[in-house]
């Protein structure tokens, strides 16, 4: 007794395997996202034993002929991932240029040893934060550079007496940041958070915005999102520790403000990079970023 291949149940065992494979890979955007969960589970998640942030990067020499470098692997060589984070002893700036010689004025890098597959560009807004700029700096040069990345750290500094306006900074960072390079990918970064797994690639998704940070220790390693069409880093890869230095809460702004009045629905289309007005004071080199400062002119406090 024959049946036809319509009725075999081999075939339709492939056949709903084929389907869902389909229907799974519509509703994560793409193959890319789909392999990259898979990929997930294979790498290194015991956060009881960590390593420092610097191991192996040494490994990184300068190639002899940098006409003839290849392309830098699909994956890196030394990823660890999870690592040693802690705030304990506050890092000088001379310290972390010597432990990243390979950084060139502005906080621009690219590997010495092949060519970067990814440009990405890290805009953090600031004002008065210098003690979370030193372990910013400290741990982000080598967590980019053990990805292989091709890189420059910005760093979008407001003036004046007005409320804190992260979200303005960060655009006046996208449109300065556009003038230097086309970047594959622009990440707005907190001034105080610190990623923990080298395996938390700083690149962006095809289709979606990336939310990085999806675990963070100050909220025992749950965010809620609600009403936001992104894609998130899973959360045993994308944890972040969070600065806290208590003696400075009195003194500086609040970090997070309340949520704005205005409605986001009526407004977007004229709000954000379409109607951004500043004042450039300046854009200076350092060493370890590339300093902007602006005046946003006045934001009135919420009340």
């Not at 960590?50 to 040494?58: F, G, I």
């Not at 003194?251 to 004229?270: A, G, L, V």
Request: hydrophobic share 35%.
């Amino acid at each position: 007794m024959s049946l036809s291949r319509v009725e075999n149940p081999c075939f339709l065992l492939f056949l709903f395997v084929f389907q869902a494979i389909f229907i799974l890979i519509l509703y994560r955007g793409g193959p890319s996202n789909v392999f990259r969960g898979f990929l997930d589970s294979h790498q290194v998640l015991d956060y009881s034993r960590t390593h420092d942030v610097y191991t192996n990067l040494s490994l990184f020499t300068q190639a002899p002929n940098e006409e003839a470098m290849p392309y830098c692997s699909a994956q890196s060589p030394i990823f660890v991932g999870p690592l040693t984070i802690t705030f304990r002893v506050l890092p000088s700036e001379r310290m972390i240029i010597k432990k990243n010689p390979f950084v060139q004025s502005g906080g621009r890098y690219r590997p010495p040893h092949c060519l970067a597959r990814y440009k990405s560009a890290i805009l953090v807004a600031y004002k008065n934060q210098e003690k979370y700029l030193h372990h910013l700096l400290y741990y982000i040069h080598p967590f980019l550079q053990r990805q292989q990345l091709s890189y420059s750290i910005y760093l979008i500094q407001q003036v004046g007496n007005g409320t804190f306006n992260r979200a303005k900074l960060l655009n006046v960072g996208v449109r300065e940041a556009l003038k230097d390079e086309d970047w594959d990918c622009l990440l707005l970064h907190d001034v105080d958070l610190v990623p923990e797994n080298d395996y938390n690639l700083y690149v962006c998704d095809e289709y979606y915005p990336k939310h990085m940070a999806s675990a963070m220790d100050k909220f025992q390693y749950t965010i809620q999102l609600a009403g936001m069409k992104i894609v998130r880093t899973s959360p045993h890869l994308g944890r972040y520790k969070v600065m806290d230095y208590n003696e400075e809460t009195e003194t500086q702004e609040p970090w997070r403000r309340p949520t704005s009045r205005h409605n986001t629905r009526k407004t977007w289309k004229d709000d954000g990079m379409n109607s951004l007005e500043f004042k450039l004071l300046s854009r200076t080199k350092h060493p370890l970023y590339t300093n902007i400062t602006v005046d946003i002119g006045y934001v009135a406090p919420f009340s």
